[in-house]
């Protein structure tokens, strides 16, 4: 089997077409401090070595690894205010390949000021490297590992794209949208996020979720404010899997929706999980004749 190629791209700023302005300060600039040293733009060589890193202003070397996260260019112009004042503070980190693994927005706001970039290199830096350095900064959002592992870079990438058209067509929370994909019906599972985010995610039964999703769906545009919560979207999914052979009603998701638009306030008080469920059956019942009332198990898996 051919293993898929690692790719990687030049990313070109246009910051004149999104009228990002420079402060005066950032106009003319002829020197920046590095690591705390004044250098002047004329004096640098290209890759000068400066305390063991270093500088080149030739900004068309670094690549931009496509399954990293998406840049904000607001966050481009904000930090090359303090770039401007202040200097760059830290080195980015790149492999040998030029492909960058820290500090992708620096490299962006250098280019946006026309400073030269403080590099150095990480041998064999991959984009595990990525995520684990941006965890220790800013976490990586829940879109973000999506977007990653989506891309065909990883061997689990069809499975994140089926999450994707998951979320896009239902529109549910991210942590409910997990946790119907993975079988589990308790409101953020640890297993399911920890698997989403190293990117071995497995989806245990499509259609079953997409069933539910479907349901939740509808009930959301009746009740946004209970399909906004995780605990009442699972307690649906956990009282349906869970009615009791003994019990004179069957779920019927019309009644359901319904009902749960109806009687909305028997809901107030749940906190944990089990009051939740409590409160889809008792909300489910209100007013209903004893004979399509719904009974369930004591216990739900």
Not at 60 to 82: P, Q, W, Y
């Amino acid at each position: 089997m051919k293993k898929n190629k690692r790719t990687s791209k030049k990313r070109f700023l246009d910051v004149v077409s999104k009228q990002m302005k420079l402060t005066p300060l950032m106009i003319e600039a002829t020197k920046a401090k590095f690591l705390g040293q004044d250098l002047k733009f004329g004096d640098i060589r290209d890759k000068h070595i400066i305390a063991n890193a270093k500088v080149t202003k030739d900004w068309t070397n670094f690549k931009f690894l496509e399954d990293n996260r998406d840049i904000d260019d607001g966050a481009v112009k904000r930090l090359a205010d303090s770039i401007k004042q202040f200097g760059q503070l830290q080195p980015i980190i790149i492999n040998e390949k030029w492909e960058i693994i820290d500090g992708q927005t620096r490299v962006d706001a250098c280019k946006l000021l026309g400073f030269p970039v403080l590099y150095v290199i990480s041998e064999g830096a991959t984009i595990k490297e990525v995520i684990l350095m941006n965890n220790i900064q800013r976490g990586w959002l829940n879109r973000d590992y999506l977007k990653c592992f989506c891309h065909s870079n990883h061997n689990n990438h069809l499975e994140y794209r089926k999450i994707r058209k998951f979320l896009d067509e239902y529109g549910l929370n991210h942590s409910v949208s997990i946790n119907l994909l993975a079988g589990c019906f308790w409101y953020q599972g640890g297993a399911a996020s920890a698997a989403f985010k190293t990117g071995k995610f497995q989806i245990k039964d499509l259609r079953k979720a997409e069933k539910y999703g479907s349901q939740l769906k509808k009930l959301k545009a009746k009740v946004p404010n209970l399909v906004s919560i995780g605990k009442f979207c699972m307690a649906w999914v956990r009282v349906q899997s869970a009615i009791s052979p003994t019990s004179p009603g069957s779920w019927n998701v019309i009644t359901a929706i319904k009902n749960m638009e109806k009687n909305s306030e028997k809901f107030i008080a749940c906190n944990n999980q089990d009051s939740w469920d409590e409160a889809v059956v008792a909300a489910y019942n209100k007013g209903l004749n004893p004979k399509n009332k719904i009974k369930i198990t004591k216990e739900i898996g």
